[in-house]
């Protein structure tokens, strides 16, 4: 992708597979970036689930984010967890504990049955929630998709890094 480069504070990069699957489903928000045709930006937070291998959108089938992706299915996205204010006496002192995700990839609508009540399964494992399958009737009722992960990075600030993400000093 032309937006690689790297984190400039790579003290707080974290590429740990596991510790990114960890914030990704532990997160309850998405922020969903997409660009139109001509540039314009929007972001939309939305509910997600994550698998393991894909994160699962839903929401309403009309509006400007389906506009949007049908011109251009490229997305960023960002997930965040653990986040807490660290307060000071001093403005310049506070802070902002998180663990973060930003990733690139392509969202594809899904139209089958079985492919949006799976979806939604996902859904909603991630929030602890019961879930009722869509029958052929109402499957049209609402827009299911999929983001297809192309790239990944992690950021953590205030918390402990991933043990994997640890570099010792040379003795």
Not at 22 to 39: E, F, Y
Request: overall charge negative; aromatic content about 8%.
């Amino acid at each position: 992708m032309g937006l690689d480069r790297e984190m400039r504070r790579a003290d707080k990069k974290v590429s740990d597979d596991a510790w990114i699957a960890d914030v990704l489903r532990a997160g309850q928000v998405i922020h969903l970036a997409l660009a139109t045709r001509c540039g314009e930006p929007y972001v939309v937070p939305m509910g997600y689930g994550y698998d393991g291998a894909a994160i699962y959108l839903h929401g309403a089938r009309h509006g400007l984010k389906c506009d949007i992706i049908a011109d251009n299915p490229k997305v960023s996205f960002n997930v965040t967890a653990g986040v807490e204010l660290e307060r000071s006496e001093l403005g310049a002192d506070f802070s902002m504990k998180y663990k973060s995700v930003t990733g690139f990839g392509e969202v594809t609508e899904i139209t089958d049955l079985d492919g949006k009540n799976a979806a939604l399964g996902v859904l909603m494992r991630q929030y602890d929630g019961p879930h009722s399958d869509l029958t052929e009737a109402n499957k049209d009722s609402i827009w299911v998709a999929r983001i297809d992960i192309m790239s990944v990075t992690g950021k953590i600030s205030g918390y402990p890094k991933p043990p994997s993400q640890v570099t010792r000093a040379s003795s």
